[in-house]
C-alpha cells in the first residue's frame, strides 16, 4: 500500500502557496490597471518593472506548486478578499494614492505568506525546502518592490495634499534600501533574470533534488509509519516526472540527443517503474525493504547523472532558452495533470 505524505500540515501549505499565487494573480492585475491612472513617465516605468518581475514570479509559483506535488484551491476567505479588492480597485472610490497604499499592503501580505511558508517548511520536511526553494527569491523581490512602493507613496501622498511634487530625493533612499535587500539573498535557481519561468534543465533538476532528499529521509528512518509515508512520497513524485518526461521531454530531445541515448532514458524509467511496483508490495517492516529501496536510489542516480550531464549539454547546445523554458511549461503542464489523475489533489474549506 502507498501512504501519502498529504497529512494536515502538508496539506496547509499547499493551500497557502495556492493563496500566494492567487494573490500574486491579483498583484499583476492591479498594476495593469494603476499604467491606466495617468501616472508620470518615471513611476509608470517602475510599475512595468513590477509587472515584468511578478509575471515571472508567476511561473515560478506555478513551478513551486508543481514541485510541492499537491495542487490545491486557495482560502475561500482569500478568495472572497480578491473579489472584493478587486472591486474596489477598478472602482473610483479610492484615490490614486489609496490604492498603491492597497497594493503596498498586498505586496506586505504576499512577503509574510511567503516567509511564513518557508519557516513552516523547515518544520515539515528537508523535501519540502528543496520543493519550495525558489520561493525565496519571490519573497524578497516582493520585498524590493515595497521599499520602492513606499517611495511611490511618498510623491502621490504629497502630491494628493499641496498639488506639489515631493523631494524626489526619496529615490535615493528607496535605492540604498533596495540594496540592503538584495545584498542579503540569493538563489541558485532564478535570481532576478527576465525569464518567466524555469528552464527545462532548472525544471528536472528541482525533481532530482527533491527525490534524493526523500531517499536519504526514507533511509534514515527507523519508523515504519515514516517509511511508508516517504516511500508513498517517493513513488508519486517518481510517477509524475517519468511520465511527463516520457509525454513532453523525450520526444522533444531524441532528434538531437539520439535514438539510443534516449531510449536508453526510457528503459531505465521503465526498470524502477517496476521496481517502484515491486517494492509498494513490500511491507516497510520487510528486512529487504530499505534494500530493494537503495536499490531504485542507485539506480535512479545513474540516470539522473545521464540527464543532468549529456542530455542537458544536448539542450543547452540544441535549445534556444526561450524554446528551453517552453518545455518546462510543457513539462510542468504534464505533471500537473498526472498529479490530478494520481490523487495529490487538495481542496480547502476554511
Same mark, same amino acid.
Given at each position: 500500500?502507498?501512504?501519502s ?29 494603476l ?6 513617465a ?6 512595468r ?6 509575471e515571472?514570479n508567476?511561473g ?9 506535488g499537491?495542487?490545491?484551491? !486557495? ?15 477598478k ?8 490604492k498603491?497604499?492597497q497594493h503596498e ?9 511567503g ?8 518544520k515539515v520536511?528537508?523535501d ?7 520561493l ?7 520585498r ?11 510623491i ?27 545584498g542579503?539573498?540569493?538563489s541558485?535557481v ?10 527545462i534543465q532548472?525544471a528536472?533538476r528541482?525533481d532530482h ?14 519508523? !515504519? ?6 516511500f508513498?512520497q517517493?513513488y ?5 516526472h ?9 520526444p522533444r ?5 539520439g535514438?539510443?541515448n ?21 511491507? !516497510?517492516?520487510s !528486512? ?19 540527464e543532468e550531464t ?7 547546445n ?8 517552453q ?8 505533471k ?15
Amino acid at each position: 500500500m502507498v501512504a501519502s505524505l498529504d497529512d494536515t500540515k502538508r496539506n496547509a501549505i499547499a493551500v497557502k502557496l495556492a493563496s500566494i499565487k492567487a494573490l500574486q494573480e491579483l498583484v499583476i492585475e492591479n498594476e495593469q490597471l494603476l499604467l491606466r491612472e495617468g501616472l508620470d513617465a518615471e513611476i509608470a516605468d517602475r510599475i512595468r518593472n513590477f509587472i515584468k518581475d511578478d509575471e515571472k514570479n508567476l511561473g515560478v509559483l506555478e513551478t513551486v506548486i508543481t514541485q510541492y506535488g499537491i495542487q490545491a484551491e !486557495p482560502k475561500k476567505n482569500v478568495t472572497q478578499f480578491i473579489e472584493k479588492a478587486k472591486e474596489l480597485f477598478k472602482g473610483s472610490e479610492l484615490s490614486l494614492y489609496e490604492k498603491v497604499s492597497q497594493h503596498e499592503l498586498l505586496k506586505h501580505q504576499l512577503v509574510m505568506s511567503g516567509l511564513i511558508v518557508h519557516k513552516a517548511a523547515q518544520k515539515v520536511g528537508a523535501d519540502i525546502m528543496v520543493a519550495i526553494a525558489p520561493l525565496n527569491t519571490i519573497n524578497f523581490e516582493n520585498r524590493a518592490h515595497q521599499e520602492q512602493l513606499k517611495g511611490i507613496l511618498e510623491i502621490l501622498g504629497v502630491r494628493e495634499l499641496t498639488g506639489q511634487d515631493a523631494d524626489q530625493g526619496i529615490w535615493a533612499r528607496v535605492q540604498d534600501a533596495l540594496a540592503a535587500v538584495s545584498g542579503v539573498v540569493g538563489s541558485a535557481v532564478t535570481q532576478t533574470s527576465d525569464k518567466k519561468d524555469l528552464n527545462i534543465q532548472d525544471a528536472l533538476r528541482l525533481d532530482h533534488n527533491k527525490v534524493n532528499t526523500l531517499f536519504t529521509e526514507l533511509l534514515q528512518s527507523n519508523n !515504519p509509519q515514516k517509511i511508508q509515508e516517504y516511500f508513498g512520497q517517493i513513488y508519486k513524485d517518481l510517477t509524475a516526472h517519468a511520465e511527463a518526461e516520457e509525454e513532453v521531454v523525450y520526444p522533444r530531445v531524441r532528434s538531437f540527443y539520439g535514438q539510443d541515448n534516449t531510449q536508453e532514458l526510457y528503459d531505465e524509467q521503465a526498470h524502477a517503474k517496476q521496481a517502484l511496483e515491486e517494492i509498494k508490495a513490500l511491507s !516497510p517492516s520487510s !528486512p529487504v525493504f530499505k534494500d530493494k529501496v537503495k536499490q531504485l536510489m542507485d539506480a535512479i542516480g545513474d540516470h539522473i547523472r545521464q540527464e543532468e550531464t549529456t542530455m542537458f549539454a544536448a539542450i543547452r547546445n540544441n535549445l534556444s532558452t526561450e524554446q528551453s523554458e517552453q518545455l518546462a511549461s510543457e513539462f510542468k503542464a504534464a505533471k500537473v495533470r498526472i498529479q490530478q489523475r494520481l490523487g495529490v489533489v487538495t481542496e480547502s474549506n476554511i
